[in-house]
């Protein structure tokens, strides 16, 4: 029996989850999808680093934007930001997530 509030997972394949989620966060243009899922990406992203699962953050792709896929509809605010933003602020939120979790 574990202690209360912690859950015992398979490394392999939370290791794969977790970097299945960071490739669809980053690969994302829409905002919304983004907004929604970058707390649950950096807290998933936090707990593997934590149990020694490297998860790295994909590299920015160059001349995409954000709202490029047609298929997306977009809510008002800031289309043109380039996908390294979406990196750079995954990775700052990984961060956060960590320094405030129990240790």
Do not use: K
């Amino acid at each position: 029996m574990g202690r209360p509030g912690h859950l015992e997972v398979d490394p392999p394949l939370y290791a794969e989850f977790t970097r299945g989620l960071v490739a669809r966060h980053c690969r994302t243009g829409h905002s919304v999808v983004l907004a929604l899922s970058e707390g649950f990406v950096a807290t998933a992203v936090a707990l593997a680093r934590r149990a020694g699962i490297e998860v790295e953050m994909p590299e920015p792709e160059v001349g995409l934007v954000r709202g490029d896929d047609q298929r997306d509809a977009q809510v008002p605010g800031n289309p043109r930001i380039a996908p390294a933003a979406v990196v750079t602020a995954l990775d700052a939120r990984v961060r956060e997530m960590d320094h405030w979790m129990d240790r």
